[in-house]
């Protein structure tokens, strides 16, 4: 169980295009989903908590207009990079959590990441 | 800010020995998690370990256990019998107080020699 997955895993793009990466829990119902970026040899990166139906908060020094993160339902999330440039290059990773609480889940399970290459 | 310490960028290991990761951290909380998390040259994030600060006994999982010392905040995880699928980078996280995040160390590249 808690299988997350992300789609594309690889993406090439020009630059000023954007590029949306999907996330989705396959086996449970996601209320939280978390987008991290890794630079190469680097720690995973915090960009944006995501609640189900709410609006996305974005850790300090993310642009939010342009990483747009969407979570319409308990399985989806998407994060746009909107007019993509080389700098935005990296490896970004989802994780999803299903409900919090004493008793409840805190563990974040992880998708397998989507390599973006801005040209 | 919590701040996650590992302080051994590298170890290797010969296979079927035995290893230890180390981790310290910084929290003002009483109560909270950590985990460890690998991460293969897939990139996938695998989940190793978690630990629930409130238990005094050490988690296990077949053979990665972990050395939880609540008070010197220390949480080093423990693979036994070595295996060459074992040789990722590992890190060690601890779920922030108060807030649903974790909290990523530096992360520690493990090598497993046949």
């Known amino acids: 169980g808690a299988v997350v997955s992300q789609h594309p895993s690889r993406v090439i793009c020009k630059s000023g295009t954007s590029v949306k990466i999907e996330c989705r829990s396959l086996?449970?119902?996601?209320?939280?989903m978390f987008w991290y970026r890794q630079f190469p040899k680097q720690s995973l990166m915090l960009m944006a908590t995501s609640n189900e139906g709410s609006k996305a908060t974005y850790e300090q020094g993310v642009e939010k207009d342009k990483f747009l993160i969407n979570h319409a339902s308990l399985t989806l999330s998407t994060l746009t990079v909107t007019s993509a440039h080389p700098e935005d290059s990296s490896f970004y990773i989802c994780?999803?959590?299903?409900?919090?609480?004493?008793?409840?889940?805190?563990?974040?399970?992880f998708g397998p990441g989507t390599r973006l290459l801005v040209l | 800010a919590q701040t996650v310490t590992q302080s051994q960028p590298e170890m290797s290991v010969q296979e079927a020995e035995t290893v230890t990761l180390s981790c310290t951290y910084d929290?003002?909380?009483?109560?909270?998690?950590l985990f460890w998390y690998k991460q293969p040259p897939s990139r996938q994030m695998i989940l190793v370990i978690r630990q629930e600060a409130y238990k005094q006994q050490n988690a296990t999982e077949n053979r990665f256990s972990v050395n939880f010392q609540k008070a010197a905040k220390s949480f080093s995880l423990k693979i036994s019998d070595s295996q060459l699928g074992d040789a990722a980078m590992y890190f060690c996280?601890?779920?922030?107080?108060?807030?649903?995040?974790?909290?990523f160390g530096k992360g520690m590249k493990l090598t497993v020699n046949p």
């Open positions: 086996d449970f119902q996601a209320t939280t």
């Open positions: 929290t003002s909380e009483s109560d909270y998690y």
């Open positions: 994780s999803a959590r299903g409900s919090p609480g004493r008793g409840g889940e805190v563990t974040q399970y």
């Open positions: 996280a601890p779920l922030q107080g108060g807030s649903e995040k974790l909290v």
